[in-house]
């Protein structure tokens, strides 16, 4: 579980106790040791981290490219967010959507661009969450660019997966009377800010109060550690099922649905009651006096996969306690459409977080 | 030539005249509109922009990557700097490092954090820009992000190239007696920056003059609108040369001459007379009061190729206008060093360009 919070902020600003300055080391030592301990474990990394580009080699694969921007402020707030789960959930960011072409993720490269309040300690922090994530998602780091900033912490995460060009899933496959499945429960990292968020501002009045959340705990972690679904491209394998469609939903499951219909030229039906919420997401709504399905529709951040697969493939998924059909797709002249509790009909609309929307 | 400078800046400060909001599209509405005239010329794009991920397909070759992040007030300043101009360069920047490898380059992704002080017009110009870059160089816009930042402008690039495995040439190949090569000429990016740094200082006080850089036009393009070699991998595999070890000098010939030594585990002799200047780095350097081979070592920013060939090989390349021998390598024991015009023998220092320092 997430121990630590309200503390990292602090130890940033603490200007008494010696750090030391990134000046000191230079951007090429920087790199260097920041990415040290880096291991390539990929057969396809001909060369990693230390020459102008890395080399790859994927045989008579196809690869797939991916890259995201976490800004400060913008997608990441450092009085919560401690630096090496900001790590972490960087790398997940993107391997996510690596999984949601149906793929293995392979490779990354880590840009940083940084301003002159972080010691190097705080810049290790962060390496360090990427190097966990590394580990476990069993990734390369194979290059990237470390740069001052004016202000603030920017982190840039390019992504390298690897399949058989027969396995990658697009958006565009899905067909009139395919089923709509979702992996995972909804909602929990949207809650996870809020509670965070509320704390935050009990803090400022009180900064020697530390919160008991360990009923958030669940929240919390999908919003500070979340983790990409590297097991369903594996599970999907298991069972012989290769999806029709499939995308990344950390956008928030209402807009992604609108995006798959539309790239797919099809409509859908999504079942209020069929959408998996985990009980304390249910029981923070109440407290927030937040609707769930709009909390699940809309809060983002949830690195789940929503796909779409035959019909005739359901006996093989429909045991599986990590995935839940939520629907099914209809033609295109139904739109994408929401069937309420009350089995009324009513349009989605796309209320996903939008960073540029929101500054 | 660069015709407009000293003005964009007022342009964006601009309060008056009706510029478009980023924040009306919102973040998939500005990635749609700013990518819309992108096209798809390569065979190994499957799919570009549009999905979770691009799909690239490089058959038997491999593939190279590399990525370097762009940010404002600390590589460029707006207020001599074009947009149209910093979309290119930010391409050139990505690319060189490809050509480095002795690759061609495919595809790249461009991501951006920008603040809401630039209109939705200023990011058209810079994604002209880019667009640009993309058509001269042949590289497909595969994808990107597009986000807020607290402040200024940031542009994150990954260029992907192609190459056969046993076409790729990395730094650390050069054997004692080969010969050094350097591409183009030395030191007028630096001055560039120089002159347009003194120009601004100019316009601080007399904002109404518009300065005569007519002489400086050629440091001005190398600075504002540099070019990757693009032409050299081609070129050699036309002269039937395969470089022992090769790299970008960007960071400045003396640091990159000094990683290429440090890799390969050799020495050099570099001779000073040897250098290529261009006449107005000479008249230039003897204006501003500054050593033109302290400028051609550690101006940086010349989107030059370093790179080492047998001496067997000679004879192919002496004739050839782009390519001078600068030097040779030598046993490791004797260290990197320049070899003055007076003959006299001086360790190198790498003072290339450094960000982290810098700021």
């Not at 102008?52 to 919560?80: I, K, N, P, W």
């Not at 580990?135 to 920017?154: A, F, H, R």
């Not at 779409?308 to 006996?315: L, R």
Request: glycine fraction near 6%; charged fraction near 20%; proline fraction near 3%.
């Amino acid at each position: 579980m997430i121990l630590i919070i309200f503390n990292f902020a602090a130890m940033l600003e603490d200007k008494n106790t010696s750090k030391t300055q990134l000046s000191d080391l230079g951007e090429f030592g920087l790199i260097k040791h920041l990415t040290k301990h880096f291991n390539i474990t990929h057969k396809s990394t001909v060369y990693g981290i230390g020459d102008d580009a890395a080399v790859l080699a994927f045989e008579g694969d196809q690869c797939v490219v991916t890259t995201d921007l976490l800004v400060e402020g913008v997608h990441f707030d450092l009085s919560y967010v401690p630096l090496k789960h900001l790590g972490y959930k960087a790398v997940m960011v993107n391997l996510s959507d690596v999984y949601a072409m149906n793929a293995t993720a392979t490779q990354i490269t880590v840009s940083i661009a940084v301003s002159n309040r972080f010691p190097l300690e705080a810049l290790e922090e962060l390496y360090a969450g990427i190097k966990t994530a590394a580990d476990i998602y069993k990734v390369d780091v194979i290059g990237g660019d470390t740069t001052s900033s004016t202000t603030g912490l920017l982190i840039s995460v390019t992504a390298v997966g690897q399949a058989k060009a027969d396995d990658i899933v697009y958006r565009n496959g899905a067909k009139e009377s395919d089923l709509l499945v979702v992996t995972g429960d909804l909602g929990a990292a949207y809650l996870g800010l809020q509670v965070l968020e509320r704390e935050k501002e009990v803090f400022k009045v009180n900064p020697n109060s530390q919160p008991d959340l360990d009923q958030y705990s669940y929240l919390i972690e999908r919003q500070l550690k979340p983790e990409a679904r590297k097991d369903i491209p594996e599970l999907l394998k298991g069972l012989e099922v290769k999806p029709t469609s499939m995308i990344d939903i950390s956008d928030g499951l209402s807009s992604e649905i609108m995006h798959l219909c539309e790239q797919s030229e099809v409509g859908v039906h999504l079942y209020e009651n069929k959408i998996p919420l985990d009980p304390t997401v249910i029981s923070t709504c109440e407290e927030f006096n937040l609707n769930s399905t709009t909390v699940a529709l809309n809060g983002g951040e949830d690195y789940e996969l929503l796909f779409t697969i035959k019909q005739e493939d359901y006996p093989k998924i429909k045991a599986n306690p990590n995935l839940t059909v939520i629907g099914h797709i209809t033609n295109k002249d139904q739109g994408a459409a929401l069937i309420t509790r009350a089995n009324e009909k009513i349009a989605l609309q796309a209320q996903g977080w939008n960073p540029i929307k929101n500054n």
